[in-house]
């Protein structure tokens, strides 16, 4: 996406996800990292300011954010999650899917391997429900 001023020197940008401001940068290149949105479709707009206070807003750029792909596999009573690294989503466990349910990070190491974060986690004689949250 391009942000530009007709006159003066540009002193800052502001990045907006719709109506709600992501952040902004006051040195060039202008830029953001607009860490782990949650999956969906957005519209992203950059407005530049020069030092004379005149702004430009840039067209818009359409997006889509896609989850991760989760893959799980059983073997000797062993389940293996697995997803696509590097991303920070945090694989989360509670023993009761009622409410109110009570979800904590899972205790099981995290290994980093050809792109792939992978968690083993024993099958136990109780259940235990996880999930993959964004942070």
């Known amino acids: 996406m391009n ?7 540009i002193k800052k940008v502001e990045f907006f996800q719709n109506d709600t ?4 940068d006051g040195a060039g290149p202008y830029a953001l990292s607009w860490t782990n949105p949650p999956a969906g479709r957005y519209t992203l707009t950059a407005n530049a300011t020069d030092d004379q206070g005149d702004t430009t807003l840039s067209s ?4 889509i954010v896609t989850p991760p792909s989760l893959h799980m ?5 062993q389940i293996t999650i697995s997803w696509p690294s590097p ?10 899917i009622l ?8 205790p099981q190491l995290h290994l980093i391997s050809s792109n ?20």
């Open 99 to 106: 409410a109110p349910v009570i979800w904590s990070s899972a």
């Open 116 to 135: 792939q974060i992978s968690v083993t986690v024993p099958v136990g004689p109780t259940k235990q429900f996880y999930r993959l949250r964004a942070p």
């Open 87 to 96: 991303n920070d989503y945090i694989l989360e466990v509670t023993d009761s």
């Open 60 to 63: 818009p750029v359409q997006i």
């Open 73 to 77: 596999s059983y073997q000797n009573h």
């Open 3 to 9: 942000a530009s001023v007709p006159a003066g020197a």
């Open 21 to 24: 401001k992501l952040g902004e």
